[in-house]
């Protein structure tokens, strides 16, 4: 991010504009919308600039802008319409002490002027660094949409209710309160009685919340996901709005955890690959003092939080100690690998079963039934695979497998860095230690990517082909 967005405040500040065009009218739209003291240098202004000043709402100066013009302002815009003069301007402006904006200039400017929804006080500034106005244009037009307009009417009338709200317990409490107000008391009294009725609605939901009992914590076990974000569920994005606290697992991605409640709590538990683990035992007492102090707790898991995911253990803690929890499922990795092999996990008249197994378990490599796992057609999800691939090869062949029994790994599944490594089981050592993944990846065997299964199964299609 190279420029940060902030709110800057302009109440009786003083801002100059440079130019009397279009572009110094686009300006000037958007800054007569704050309580800036507007000065406009220009020789040959448009009329609406000239119809602004005769009513007061800015100053006009009706000459070019000379060194000094932009003393003690805060913000100084060069939008001459001519970029030769901009740039002579920027620099006076500069001189004078001034931040400066030139038009159309990202190089030549100290701040940009974001596309702006307006609910005053509620603002949205939406940037894009010069790199794709058309997006934020249509960011704008999407928001515009949402945002109902008598949405800063209600935030002006919540303002003014603020310090009667602070005699509710700060915290979830009074989150509570403003969440009723916002999502559903608000909106209801505004249309149903007009702006009058809002705050005596205001008063009676302040009392309401008053009487209430405090809400008592309470875990959710919820599934992240492969790790795209659009592969969340609408329960496990409303868990991550409304978290207090949110203990992860190492593979949920930051583009999951910044979804989370801005004021939430991040605690990042469990283990990587091989890497830092936090004991099972520490994780559990995490949760249960999390949610015996009465917070929302989300339990985030990658994938689905019932698949090797300690589930179980997790829950007996939250249920010894007497907390409310629910479970709300995720995809899985094998289903997101299987998604990007264009493949389908089961299949009539090929495998009816379909196995997750892991390549370890507490006792080092896994035991599996290998003779089923070994039958032609047979499918199935190796997860924490890598290391314990050699294994699960040398036991399959042992156990009859064909050696040209298709096998992919895929890692990242979902993410911008998947990667297919497409093999056999004959094959799968050497092939996947030189592939050197990095991220989480299941082996999926009996599934070939479906491009090179058509293939195989048409080896003249693909010699005539290639
Ligand atoms: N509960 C998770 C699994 C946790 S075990 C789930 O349902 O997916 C961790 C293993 O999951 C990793 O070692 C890897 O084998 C697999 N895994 C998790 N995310 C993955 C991803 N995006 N791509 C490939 N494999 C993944």
């Not at 003690?72 to 815009?77: E, I, K, N, Q």
């Not at 008053?210 to 076990?221: C, D, E, K, L």
């Not at 939250?318 to 907390?323: E, I, K, M, S």
Request: charged residues 20%; contains cysteine.
């Amino acid at each position: 991010m190279r420029h940060f967005p902030i709110f800057l405040d302009l109440a009786g500040r003083r801002v100059v504009v440079f130019g009397g065009g279009a572009a110094a009218l686009a300006k000037l739209r958007l800054l007569l919308k704050t309580e800036a003291r507007l000065t406009v240098f220009a020789a040959d202004p448009d009329p609406q600039i000239a119809a602004w000043a005769a009513e007061g709402r800015l100053r006009l100066v009706r000459r070019e802008g000379t060194p000094g013009d932009a003393l003690c302002a805060v913000l100084a815009y060069a939008a001459t319409d001519d970029p030769a003069a901009d740039v002579r301007l920027a620099r006076i402006a500069r001189a004078d002490g001034a931040r400066v904006n030139m038009v159309d200039a990202l190089e030549g400017s100290d701040f940009i002027t974001p596309a702006i929804v307006d609910r005053d006080p509620v603002t949205v500034a939406i940037g894009t660094e010069g790199a794709a106005p058309v997006l934020a244009r249509r960011i704008k037009a999407d928001l515009e949409a949402r945002l109902p307009p008598t949405l800063g009417l209600l935030a002006r009338i919540g303002k003014g209710f603020r310090a009667l709200a602070e005699t509710l317990p700060a915290g979830r409490p009074r989150r509570d309160f403003w969440s009723a107000y916002y999502d559903a008391v608000g909106p209801r009294a505004l249309a149903e009685g007009g702006a009058e009725a809002v705050l005596p609605a205001l008063e009676r939901l302040l009392q309401r919340h008053r009487q209430a009992a405090p809400r008592p914590g309470h875990v959710h076990f919820v599934g992240a996901g492969p790790g795209d974000p659009e592969l969340l569920t609408l329960k496990a994005r409303r868990a991550l709005d409304t978290a207090d606290v949110v203990i992860h697992d190492r593979l949920v991605p930051s583009t999951i955890l910044d979804l989370a409640r801005r004021e939430a709590t991040l605690i990042a538990a469990g283990k990587e690959g091989f890497g830092p683990a936090t004991p099972q035992a520490e994780i559990d007492a995490l949760i249960v003092a999390h949610g015996r102090a009465g917070a929302q707790v989300v339990r985030l898991k990658s994938g689905d939080p019932g698949v090797f995911g300690r589930l179980d253990e997790e829950i007996a803690a939250v249920d010894t100690a007497g907390l409310d929890w629910t479970v709300v499922p995720g995809i899985t990795a094998a289903a997101a690998a299987a998604a990007a092999l264009g493949q389908s996990q089961t299949q009539r008249g090929r495998n009816a079963a379909v196995t997750h197994l892991t390549g370890h378990d507490v006792a080092g490599f896994a035991e599996h039934d290998w003779a089923a796992l070994a039958r032609p057609g047979a499918v199935a999800a190796i997860y924490m695979g890598k290391r314990a691939a050699r294994f699960v090869q040398g036991r399959l062949l042992m156990h009859g497998a064909a050696p040209h029994a298709p096998v992919s790994v895929v890692e990242n599944a979902s993410r911008p860095d998947q990667r297919i490594v497409a093999t056999t089981l004959a094959r799968l050592e050497p092939d996947l230690t030189a592939a050197a993944l990095s991220g989480p990846a299941v082996v999926m065997l009996g599934l070939a990517p479906r491009a090179a299964a058509a293939a195989l199964s048409h080896p003249t299609l693909q010699e005539a082909g290639s």
